[in-house]
């Protein structure tokens, strides 16, 4: 009854691994954007994205927000500042421009990221504070 979908083969639809929000191919979403669940993206979305859980950005995905969740994976094309609470995974294909906020960063070789990034609980250290092995 129903057929392929249209995509390249070697675009990966990403699916939250819950099943819970799917964001297709053909959807453009505006506004702010709140959810308790894992929620995957791969069509266009612009305004912030929050959830409680895991954020899925595919590779035909477009997103020009700001992003907070539990896990961040990025196949896709982000404009916008992420806050990943455990991970940020940037795949070969995703690319972002954006300010990072995490506490694991994970990028691929192919990758693009062009901002600053804040890792841990955002203390910093200076050479004064590291003990001489002297």
Known sequence: ?????????DEEEIRPQGGETI????????????????????????GTINTQEDLSIGETA??????????????GKVEGNIKAHEKLEIRSSGKITGDVEVANLEIADGSYFNGQ??????STASLDDVESSD
Not at 1 to 9: I, V
Request: proline share 0%.
């Open 117 to 122: 990034c804040k890792m841990g609980d955002g």
């Open 62 to 75: 477009i997103v020009k927000a700001n992003i907070e969740a539990r896990n961040v994976i990025v196949a």
């Open 1 to 9: 009854m129903f057929k392929g979908s249209s995509k390249g083969e």
């Open 23 to 46: 964001i297709g191919v053909s959807v453009k979403l505006e506004g702010d954007f709140k959810s308790e669940g894992d929620v995957a993206i791969n069509g266009e979305v612009s």
